[in-house]
């Protein structure tokens, strides 16, 4: 064959096999869904308000192999987030409520402040007036329960004890009461225990500072001992659940560096449960942690521990949820912050710094050293560069910085803040799915889960923020609430994304929530802001309505998605509010009643207050009885003051109201709320 006939063949051949590469690219391509509906893996999904993500939502928790393991972790750990700024933000006197609530920075520029801010609640208050109503098994345990025609109390004030003596204090008693006949109402019996407490079929779990004893009340007459439990040093429990026949326990523990494992975060019947090393797990990517969260399963009638799972985390910013058909474990992703910062320098302040500055603070985030170190030296190539200007010239560039950096921070502050969040199969103790969502769980009452899926809230940017502006002035302000962005995330069964709001219209951030059938209320816990909704539906996730209030704050109680009770203070009076809310973005107020009584208990003992749903009647405690009101047709009508005691707690039972207080227990015929009998304590 002619050489010009060969080159001409192997032309021919390469231009087909590229041909062929090329064709075989596009319809791969095109094999890619344009559109993918329905549940998405979290990776799917991002925006300018932050980021969610988690590969294909396989968990990647991993177990520690070793001591040493162990040990590498927590010292790597401590290098990426300790420094300098770790250091100095200590000495800030701001508190962990205030940063919850996102208390606004101090501005000593009177001259020109234009407004002052809204007078910031404690997040225990916020808390506190979304907890109206609540059941004492969404509060892992309470003072008073039912079962079978008896009731449990655990009388509140059985002692008086000197402050800081707490722990001295002798075992007081759960009264058992008979309440087959509420004529013939009467104690039958005493558990030699008070405290908090769950019922699990015929055991009843006390629950009193850092111990836990279990007793068999099969014999009402005669309960008995049968287990106790106690967290050793440094833990707590941090929840509880009951299921059928089993009790589910979370316990925090503060992490010995020196010697972390293996752990003993409690004792049962004088047996250590002991964690080994390789029983622990942590996420995938290095973090701070400080401590390890262990979630049991126990056998309630034995006290025998069935399972138990252990990860490491933050004691603040992480979280452990037992919910009905899974456990959830949330906690803080460390990010790179020098990355960030030295990004947003190449970005946005090209026309601000000198280009040999800007390239030293570019190579900062390769170099081989620790998170600490590379904060330090970043700092300090600032701090040089800054020194060799006028001070008129410094203040005008940190200025200029800290207003772009503002703009930046808030449009990428998803990026800074994380939060991993793990699910854990309540049957096998396994991980099963895992991702991750922009901003921090300030708190586990801002997680829940509903027929399976989880509803999240989280808020971003304040922090961020603050570590932002600290690198450009080297100092520390206290997180203002002006930079916060809170966002809501619903889940499915597999973790998967069901819908996403990454910034809610809201002006601070969220300090408090109450979920319930279908959204939730979120609350900034600022005096004078409303308290807004916020729908979960999938692919409808979202500010649905705000609730301004002209007394604020308010206890709410919801009834069902339909109507909102709002009880405030009302110069020297209560002021009862009724809303209708089946239009979240239109509420319209139904009814007002004015209460002649200055404030009634609900400051001091909110878990008074009673609700009965089926006759549209509640209770509102006093310092002596209360008052109970009902709401038909929309307007809030008072029926009959009722008792005589200071109630601790107040329910709705088997058509009577029972009032539990520290010297006995009073029931009313529900008919007309005439007192049936009393039981004297």
């Known amino acids: 064959m002619p050489a010009s006939l060969r080159l001409g063949a192997v032309l021919l051949a390469f231009f087909v096999l590229a041909a062929g590469i090329y064709l075989s690219a596009r319809l791969k391509r095109s094999a890619l869904p344009a559109l993918v509906t329905g549940g998405v893996p979290a990776a799917a999904i991002t925006n300018g308000g932050g980021s969610v993500s988690g590969g294909k939502n396989k968990p990647q928790m991993k177990a520690f192999a070793s001591l040493d393991d162990f040990k590498s972790y927590l010292d790597e750990g401590n290098c990426e987030a300790g420094g300098v700024f770790s250091e100095a933000q200590k000495s800030l006197p701001q508190t962990a409520a205030d940063q919850a609530v996102g208390k606004p920075a101090a501005n000593n520029n009177v001259k020109n402040q234009k407004k002052t801010a809204p007078e910031a609640v404690s997040a225990e208050d916020g808390r506190r007036y979304f907890s109206l109503g609540l059941p004492g098994n969404e509060r892992g345990g309470d003072i008073v329960q039912t079962a079978g025609q008896s009731i449990y109390f655990s009388p509140e004030n059985q002692f008086y004890l000197p402050p800081g003596s707490e722990n001295l204090r002798p075992a007081g008693e759960t009264k058992i009461i008979d309440a087959a006949d509420p004529a013939q109402i009467a104690q039958t019996g005493a558990i030699p225990q008070d405290g908090s407490f769950l019922i699990i079929e015929n055991t009843l779990a006390v629950f009193l500072n850092n111990s836990l004893s279990a007793f068999d009340v099969s014999d009402r007459r005669s309960p008995r001992e049968i287990w106790r439990a106690r ?21 925090k523990s503060a992490i010995d560096p020196a010697s972390p494992c293996p752990a003993k975060p409690l004792t049962i019947a004088n047996s250590p449960l002991i964690i080994d090393c390789t029983s622990i797990y942590h996420p995938a990517e290095t973090g701070f942690a400080d401590s390890l969260f262990t979630v049991l399963e126990v056998d309630a009638p034995t006290g025998k521990v069935v399972q138990s799972l252990s990860f490491v985390g933050q004691t603040q910013n992480s979280a452990v949820v037992i ?20 990004e947003f320098l190449k970005d946005k302040c090209k026309s601000l710094l000198p280009n040999y500055l800007l390239e030293k603070t570019d190579k900062l985030p390769h170099c081989g050293v620790s998170g600490s170190a590379k904060e330090f030296e970043l700092r300090n190539l600032l701090a040089n560069w800054f020194a060799s200007l006028s001070s008129e010239e410094q203040q005008r560039i940190v200025a200029e910085i800290l207003d772009r950096l503002e703009d930046y921070s808030r449009d990428r502050a998803g990026d ?24 921090r769980l300030a708190s586990s009452d801002f997680m829940s889960e509903s027929a399976g899926s989880l509803r999240v809230l989280t808020v971003a940017g304040s922090g961020a923020a603050q570590k932002m502006a600290w690198f450009a002035t080297g100092n520390i302000e206290p997180e203002s609430s002006r930079k916060t962005l809170n966002n809501a995330y619903l889940f499915d069964r597999d973790l998967l994304l069901a819908g996403a709001a990454p910034n809610l219209d809201m002006p601070a951030g969220i300090c408090a929530a109450r979920f319930t059938g279908g959204g939730a209320y979120v609350s900034t816990c600022r005096d004078g802001d409303p308290v807004y909704n916020v729908g979960f539906a999938p692919g409808a996730v979202g500010l649905r309505g705000r609730l301004a209030l002209a007394e604020n704050p308010a206890y709410l109680y919801p009834f069902g998605e339909g109507q909102l009770l709002a009880i405030s ?7 009862i509010a009724l809303f209708d809310v089946s239009l979240p973005a239109k509420p ?35 310092a002596r009885g209360g008052y109970v009101f009902s709401y038909n047709d929309g307007k809030i009508a008072p029926v009959k003051p009722a008792g005589e005691l200071a109630a601790s707690r107040a329910f709705f039972w088997g058509g009577n109201l029972y009032l539990a207080g520290d010297n006995g227990i009073e029931v009313f015929n529900a008919a007309d709320f005439a007192k049936i009998k009393s039981v004297k304590f």
């Not at 803040?417 to 991750?436: L, M, Y």
């Not at 203070?569 to 002021?575: A, E, G, V």
């Not at 319209?588 to 009647?617: G, H, I, M, T």
């Open 231 to 251: 967290v050793n040093e440094g833990s707590s429990i941090i929840g509880s659940k009951r299921a059928g026949s089993k009790l589910y326990l979370a316990v």
């Open 323 to 342: 919910a009905d058909s899974a456990i959830y474990a949330a906690w803080q992703k460390n990010q790179d912050q020098v990355a960030f910062f030295t």
């Open 416 to 439: 800074f803040e994380q939060t991993g969040i793990a699910k854990i199969d309540i049957g096998s103790f396994k991980f099963i799915a895992q991702t991750e969502i922009s901003g």
């Open 569 to 575: 203070k009302n110069d020297r009076k209560i002021k």
């Open 588 to 622: 319209q107020s139904l009814s007002e009643y004015n209460v002649n009584d200055y404030w009634a208990d609900l400051d001091a003992n909110y878990r008074a207050f009673a609700v009965d749903l089926p006759n549209k009647l509640f209770f509102l405690p006093s």
